[in-house]
């Protein structure tokens, strides 16, 4: 596979990320084991977790399980040098640290608190999950208030956790550094920020993209490509919405919307799952079959054809879906697919 460098670091990565945000809840250790051992088969040496994960839903008793479980495997199979680890510090969030926001205290233990349950000396990417000052991913879009933020608090936050992220860099604790769920305004203060601190750059930021959600494809886009930093997107699939299996009302046993349902959730994928969303999924699906592709094979190629940097995070639930996303890593998308799909983009834009 592939390999490509994240934004301006020196932290090189397999071009496709694998994530595991259901390693220790709908995918058991021994699965989530396998997956790892079939990535790195593949090539697929970068891995992607946070200190919330599992999800699906977040409990309080699990965090932290998905780390655990990728640290087990290292120990296990001896593969830390051959594999790059990327994790998140949470935003404010209930399930952790009682909402509060995080500073560069709590940056400085959870930095340490991950290394532990990885069974690492290193993490590779450390990101921060959403900002603390809030953010408009997950479809909070349509009612987004920036008008309570505060540019002066903002600015000495930044500046606070950059100081604890430099003192990771410079323990060897971590390699290079990352913003979730944020925004053009906040990427370019972080980057600005870090230059006048003498902190470390953002080498990546990792938002949702597929070509059901294309935010990013304008003041974001611009933004990463002037400050060199690569865009890790996640949900490429829409959550699975673009793999067909929720056509016709279906809610296949084990899906990611079932196991919401039945935990207490309204099983619309974050919102993902509406009239619209379904309509379009549709579409996107006979232009592939139309083109002779598969259309999980066919929305992973297409990110990587973007006029940006971008490296794509694939999850599966089971090892059988996993195997069938890796067997359409390799190809490469013809010209009149691409513009098949620009131009279904343009009739069903933003479509939840």
């Known amino acids: 596979m592939k390999r490509v460098t994240l934004g301006g670091s020196d932290i090189e990565v ?4 694998l994530g595991t945000m259901t390693f ?14 079939m990535a790195l088969e ?43 680890i990327a994790t998140k510090i949470t935003g404010p969030s209930q399930i952790l640290r009682d909402g509060k926001p995080f500073d560069g205290d709590t940056i400085r233990q959870t930095i340490d608190a991950s290394l532990r349950r990885l069974q690492t000396d290193r993490i590779d990417l450390y990101q921060l999950h959403w900002p603390v000052r809030g953010s408009y991913a997950f479809r909070q ?37 990352g913003l979730s769920n944020e925004s053009a305004w906040g990427l370019t203060r972080w980057c600005d920020v870090a230059d006048r601190t003498g902190g470390p750059r953002m080498a990546a930021i990792q938002n949702e993209y597929s070509p059901l959600y294309r935010m990013y494809d304008t003041d974001l886009a611009e933004a990463a490509v002037n400050e060199d930093v690569t865009l890790l997107s996640y949900s490429p699939l829409a959550a699975g919405l673009l793999t067909g299996k929720y056509a016709d009302g279906a809610m296949p046993e084990g899906s990611r919307a079932a196991v919401d ?3 207490g959730g309204q099983g619309n994928l974050g919102g993902r799952k509406t009239k619209r969303g379904l309509k379009a999924a549709a579409a996107y699906g006979a232009l592939a079959a139309d083109h002779g592709w598969d259309v999980v094979h066919m929305v992973i190629a297409w990110q990587l054809t973007r006029p940006f940097k971008v490296v794509p995070i694939i999850g599966a639930t089971t090892t059988d879906q996993l195997a069938h996303l890796i067997e359409g890593l390799d190809r490469d998308l013809p010209e009149d697919l691409i513009r098949g799909i620009d131009r279904l983009h343009r009739s069903h834009g933003l479509p939840y």
């Open 261 to 263: 349902k039945a935990t």
């Open 42 to 84: 593949a090539g697929m040496t970068f891995m992607d977790c946070a200190e919330m994960y599992p999800v699906n839903p977040v409990r309080a008793e699990t965090i932290g399980l998905s780390e655990e479980v990728i640290g087990r495997w290292l120990a296990r199979t001896g593969n830390r040098d051959r594999v790059e």
């Open 141 to 177: 879009n349509w009612n987004f208030d920036p008008s309570g933020q505060d540019k002066a608090r903002t600015l000495d936050h930044m500046a606070d956790v950059l100081e604890a992220l430099a003192e990771g860099v410079r323990a060897g604790k971590l390699r290079g550094v």
């Open 24 to 37: 220790g809840n709908q995918t058991d250790e021994d699965q989530a084991h396998r997956q790892m051992d």
């Open 14 to 17: 397999s071009r496709i990320c």
